[in-house]
DNA sequence: CAGTATCCCTACTGATACTG
DNA sequence: CAGTATCAGTAGGGATACTG
């Protein structure tokens, strides 16, 4: 496999996944989406309390560009826009879902590891 | 769930994986890992040409502190040094393979994309 | 509400040289 | 072989203030 995408050459369909999700919020981002859809920018920032608006924001617009997620602008006062995941957005949730699997598995580990320093 | 990690407090699985795994080559050195164990260095270097060394081997470094992988150094000449992954590390399959089969999934999403340009 | 603009700083990167 | 050391450049990220 080869395949070109902005300017740059992947030659796994790994590399060329990290290089989309791989930012340091996407994931964050695209596991609010799948819990619920639409999402309004403020919406997001309350769930997602620890990422500044900057790059909340910038994180957003790449995951457009990318077509991962779609905006949607309504002409209305006061301004009202929605985040939703595209098809192949949709698509992460195996990936979304393996990485808090494993994230709980993670701390169950940590938590053992604590009680065995407790014990000695 | 709250737990206490590295002096930083996550309220979610989903956080702690992607504090450990969220490195910029983390991913990569797992997938390398859960393809072929043990590897020495150098075959890492081979496998990722795109990783320069000093990063390299910090996020080994990082990965072996957070008990992903372990490394295990033989007292010869010339020097040998083995990475694999642990018990909690190999369980990241899921997660590596779910990358990788979405970005393949991408990738044809892409050039099906690039096709409808083309035709048009 | 949904963003910009500004400033600053850390993380990452690349090249090259050196060591046990 | 498996690293460490140093320098220097760039991109990504953070805090805060401001706007249609």
């Known amino acids: 496999m080869t395949i070109h995408y902005k300017e740059k050459t992947f030659f796994t369909g790994k590399d060329l996944a990290l290089s989309v999700i791989g930012g340091r919020w996407k994931i964050a981002i695209i596991w609010c989406l799948l819990q619920q859809s639409p999402l309004r920018l403020s919406e997001i920032q309350r769930k997602l309390p620890e ?4 790059m909340l924001i910038r994180q957003l617009r790449e995951l457009e560009e990318d077509k991962i ?3 949607s602008v309504y002409p209305v006062v006061p301004p009202k826009v929605e985040y939703q995941l595209s098809e192949i957005g949709l698509l992460l949730e195996p990936v979304v879902t393996s ?3 494993w994230g709980d598995n993670f701390a169950e580990f940590l938590e053992e590891d604590a009680d ?3 014990v000695n």
Chains 1, 2 share one sequence.
């Open 116 to 118: 065995k320093i407790a």
């Open 51 to 54: 990422v500044n608006q900057r």
């Open 99 to 101: 990485i808090c699997d």
């Open 69 to 71: 997620i779609t905006r």
